[in-house]
């Protein structure tokens, strides 16, 4: 080979040196987009039918209680009434009432005189309730209603009700469908029957067909499979941006680039396969940073912080370990973890301080299902910690979903629980929100407690949080108080409670305990 030949080989090697990882970081990209989008279908499949079995829930209670006392007038004013009483008392329901053929007779809107037709049965579901899809009533007209009857009585809910989740665009489709027969039953947006499988109990399904990517999730409880179709245009949307941003980095490192990322990707998954086995081996313990009375310098309780104490001794703090708890799922069993703690260790020092106050962190996963209120009454039910004795707090980020949160929130409430917003200020709230959000107290975060009695941009924002909780009448708690001055600019400005390096770091429980006895 001449020199020119050589020449043109080096070349060719240098820019394929070059040029791989840049490949390959696209090539990645690519499939960390379509690895999130999967995931964002995924969720609204779940969302679809966790509505759809409190839907279901709730039509079934409502023809149980309306059967369980037959009387022989099925539309007295009487009758009327408690069908009136079981549609309030439903969050789904549209109506209730009693059909005779193929007519509504009567419901909890009154007497239909003459009766209102609803057209014949679509399908018989296993357990015999006879279900009408897209039926339209006189009572609105234009809208269409699912109707489910049993026994006589039928439940009157929305169409869209199952599918009314959080979708910001209104072309990502999502259907219901029968998981047994694999009949469509409610649909939003465009549905191919290529999409769908039948799944086991439980089951979830994610796959990308070219122009969708298609997410699916049977209920555990019910014979109905949740199908969501994201358009490939929002994937490649989040492709470009995820490329344009690899790219110059690419170009500019390569080889740097190529290695950091499958260095990071597999710290990541080991991380998350040694933290599923230390959860298994009870690898973590709390420590407690103390809460302040500011205006009479009591410790009146403190937040419990868990870490993660390895097998070398080393010890993580949890912005390297929520993260990664988080991304794999495991974020509730750290939560179930750090219950498990407190109820070993408060109940010692609540037999000295019996209205001790502890702060306990949860996730966005622990205030989307009902199993952390079944836990913490169980907690209850067999230690001496009471309800007054926890604080729950949770970040902006983890209420985002409203009305999942909402509804866990308002149950923990009706325990006797005390509910806080964690690092106030630093997510999504605002007044409105707060105002629909039932929650106890505010925690202002360090980064605006930093801010006070300085020129920084943001030093005014920690006045409008303050007005803005005294506004809604709720308790306050400055995080990470470090000077006397931060400690009296809150006081006189009404926030009662402190925490930080200025009243003591994170203690164990013995040292807390000591803590308390001089404080």
Not at 174 to 192: M, P
Not at 210 to 215: A, L, S, T
Request: hydrophobic content about 45%; overall charge negative.
């Amino acid at each position: 080979m001449n020199r020119t030949g050589w020449i043109a080989l080096a070349s060719a090697l240098g820019g394929a040196a070059i040029g791989a990882p840049v490949v390959a970081a696209l090539h990645l990209s690519n499939r960390q987009s379509l690895d999130k989008e999967m995931d964002s279908a995924l969720a609204i499949a779940d969302e679809v039918i966790r509505r759809t079995n409190e839907v279901i829930h709730q039509t079934t209670s409502a023809i149980d209680r309306l059967t369980a006392a037959p009387a022989p007038d099925p539309c007295s004013d009487e009758r009327i009434a408690r069908m009136r009483a079981v549609a309030i008392g439903s969050t789904y329901l549209r109506l209730v009432g009693r059909v005779e053929g193929d007519s509504l007779v009567c419901s909890s809107a009154g007497r239909h005189m003459p009766p209102v037709p609803l057209g014949p049965i679509d399908y018989v579901t296993a357990k015999g309730a006879r279900v009408r899809i897209n039926v339209t009533l006189p009572l609105a007209p234009g809208v269409r209603f699912l109707i489910a009857e049993k026994n006589g009585y039928a439940a009157v809910i929305h169409s869209s009700t199952p599918m009314d989740v959080f979708l910001n665009n209104r072309d990502i489709s999502v259907s219901l469908v029968s998981n047994s027969s694999g009949r469509t039953i409610l649909t939003h947006g465009a549905y191919a029957s290529s999409w769908f499988r039948a799944l086991p109990s439980g089951g979830a399904a994610k796959t990308f067909d070219g122009q969708y990517v298609i997410g699916l999730r049977r209920s555990e409880e019910f014979d109905v499979t949740a199908v969501a179709a994201i358009p490939v245009r929002y994937l490649d949307a989040r492709s470009n941006e995820l490329s344009m941003k690899v790219l110059p980095v690419g170009l500019l490192a390569g080889v740097s680039l190529a290695w950091a990322v499958s260095v990071l990707i597999q710290h990541q998954g080991s991380l998350a396969s040694i933290l599923r086995s230390s959860l298994k081996r009870e690898e973590f313990f709390l420590v407690y940073q103390p809460v302040i009375d500011l205006r009479t310098g009591k410790c009146i309780g403190a937040e419990a912080l868990v870490r993660w104490r390895r097998e070398d001794g080393s010890v993580l703090m949890p912005d390297v370990f929520i993260p990664v708890a988080e991304s794999s799922r495991q974020i509730a069993t750290l939560t179930a973890t750090v219950i498990d703690l407190v109820e070993r260790e408060l109940p010692r020092l609540l037999a000295a301080y019996p209205d001790l106050l502890i702060g306990v962190n949860l996730g966005a996963v622990d205030l989307q299902n009902k199993l952390i209120v079944d836990r913490l009454a169980l907690l209850f039910s067999r230690t001496a910690i009471q309800p007054h004795n926890l604080m729950l707090e949770a970040t902006e980020r983890a209420l985002i979903d409203f009305d999942l949160s909402s509804s866990v929130i308002r149950d923990l409430r009706a325990m006797g629980l005390m509910m806080a917003i964690d690092d106030f200020g630093t997510g999504y709230s605002s007044l409105s929100y707060l105002t629909q959000l039932a929650v106890d107290c505010l925690k202002i975060d360090k980064s605006f407690v930093d801010t006070i009695g300085s020129e920084a941009a943001t030093s005014k924002v920690v006045y409008y949080i303050i007005e803005m909780g005294k506004s809604l009448d709720l308790k306050m708690v400055a995080e990470g108080v470090e000077t006397e001055a931060q400690a009296t600019f809150l006081l006189e400005n009404g926030v009662h409670y402190a925490q930080g390096f200025l009243y003591g770091r994170p203690m164990t429980g013995a040292d807390l305990e000591d803590y308390l006895a001089r404080h």
